[in-house]
Structure formats: structure tokens, C-alpha cells
């Protein structure tokens, strides 16, 4: 079955940009998606279509994609932003998978 | 309010069988592909099932295929995932979540409205 790989954990410190990839064979041909998750929360989609950002997302989350990787930015990181962050995309063998999720700490 | 509220979950002995519903308001549910997706306590998302907006179209992973069935009834915009012969890694937090664009195929789907969840317990 289809894998997407994320780091378990990223720290940063405040104010800082904070990167998390998620490398998968069919990342080329497919879109990623991201969610952010808080602790007792669900998801929140954060990024789209690899870089595309939702209304009322903050501009310091970005995304960007090259071969079999995609990376997640945050830039000016906030305390608010310590979260789990999920990657999502697909292939032939189903339509949606999850990667297994980045720890996200703000030291 | 765009929302989604669901419900039906508990506790349930191995073997059991469980329900749970989504009700869904603030959009026009029925064009619309909907999905199930848990997290078992401590652990990352995983994707279960999903439907498209008219219910002709079901897709499953392979952990719950056979034994879990989703559907949808567009004229009360409810989303429900009916579980048999629940074992006890199916425990999880059950949401349902909304597609992201109304007409996209799904290897593109990805999902902008998650509801709060509903935690199921598979136990003795």
C-alpha cells in the first residue's frame, strides 16, 4: 500500500520558520493536502493543491512541492502553531492517504 | 452554520456492531463526496471510507473493507457508516469530513469541513 513519510517531530523557536516534509513515490503526479490538528481538536486544512492557502488560513503557512517531496512552511512561527501536521494525498491504490504525522513544538 | 455534527458512537463488545451518523447543514449536501476518517487514541489520522455526492460511487481501505459500510441520505444531508464485526483496533475517534471542491475525482479529494467526532470503544 501507498506510504507518505513525515519527520515525527520539528521544534523551533519563536519567531523562526519551521519546515515539514512528506516524501511519497506518487507526490509528482498528485496533489498534497495539509491539515493542522490541536490537541482534543479535529483537523484544519491549512494547504491545498500543494501551495494553495484557505481563506482565513494565516499567510505564514505556505507549501511547496518538488519531485517525490512536499514541504510545509511556517514562517514567523507562534506558539499558536505548535500542533500535530498531517500530509494527505493519493494514488492507485486509494484515494486518500494520510502521512503518519509531524510533532510540531515551539520551544 | 456550515457544520457537521456526528453521533452514534460508544462503547461495543468484539463482534458488535455500531452506526454512526453525520448530519451535515449550511451546504448543499448531496454534491458533495463525503468521507469517514479515525484516529485510534495517541495515533495519526487514518483514512476509512468515503462516498460520492450521489451515493452510487463507495470507496473503503482495506482494514474495514467487508465489514464496514458507508452511505449517505442526501434528502436529510446525513452521512452514515454502519460497522460490523468491530474488532478492538477499531477503536478511534470517528469523523466524517466534507470534500473540498464539489466536482473532483478521487485521487483529488481532499477535505475543508471536519466534524468535532464521535469516539468509538471496541471492549469486553
Known amino acids: 500500500s501507498y506510504e507518505l513519510t513525515q519527520p515525527p517531530s520539528v521544534s523551533v523557536s519563536p519567531g523562526q520558520t519551521a519546515r515539514i516534509t512528506c516524501s511519497g513515490d506518487?507526490?509528482?503526479?498528485?496533489?498534497a493536502y495539509w491539515y493542522q490538528q490541536k490537541p482534543g481538536q479535529a483537523p484544519v486544512l491549512v494547504i491545498y493543491?500543494?501551495?494553495e492557502r484557505p481563506s482565513g488560513i494565516p499567510e505564514r503557512f505556505s507549501g511547496s512541492s518538488s519531485g517525490t517531496t512536499v514541504t510545509l512552511t511556517i514562517s514567523g512561527v507562534q506558539a499558536e502553531d505548535e500542533a500535530d501536521y498531517y500530509c494527505?494525498?493519493?494514488?492507485?491504490?486509494?484515494?486518500?492517504?494520510f502521512g503518519g504525522g509531524t510533532k510540531l513544538t515551539v520551544l | 452554520e456550515v457544520q457537521l455534527l456526528e453521533s452514534g458512537g460508544g462503547l461495543v463488545q468484539p463482534g458488535g456492531s455500531l452506526r454512526l451518523s453525520c448530519a451535515a447543514s449550511?451546504?448543499?449536501?448531496?454534491?458533495?463526496?463525503m468521507s469517514w476518517v479515525r484516529q485510534a487514541p495517541g495515533k495519526g489520522l487514518e483514512w476509512v471510507s468515503a462516498?460520492?455526492?450521489?451515493?452510487?460511487?463507495?470507496y473503503y481501505a482495506d482494514s474495514v473493507k467487508g465489514r464496514f459500510t458507508i452511505s449517505r441520505d442526501n434528502s436529510k444531508n446525513t452521512l452514515y457508516l454502519q460497522m460490523n464485526s468491530l474488532r478492538a483496533e477499531d477503536t478511534a475517534v470517528y469523523y466524517c469530513?466534507?470534500?473540498?471542491?464539489?466536482?473532483?475525482?478521487?485521487?483529488?479529494?481532499?477535505?475543508?469541513?471536519w466534524g468535532r467526532g464521535t469516539l468509538v470503544t471496541v471492549s469486553s
Open positions: 462516498i460520492s455526492g450521489s451515493g452510487g460511487s463507495t
Open positions: 494527505q494525498s493519493a494514488d492507485s491504490s486509494g484515494p486518500v492517504v
Open positions: 493543491k500543494d501551495s
Open positions: 469530513a466534507k470534500a473540498g471542491e464539489a466536482t473532483v475525482t478521487p485521487t483529488n479529494w481532499y477535505f475543508d469541513l
Open positions: 506518487a507526490l509528482p503526479k498528485q496533489y
Open positions: 449550511g451546504f448543499t449536501f448531496s454534491s458533495y463526496a
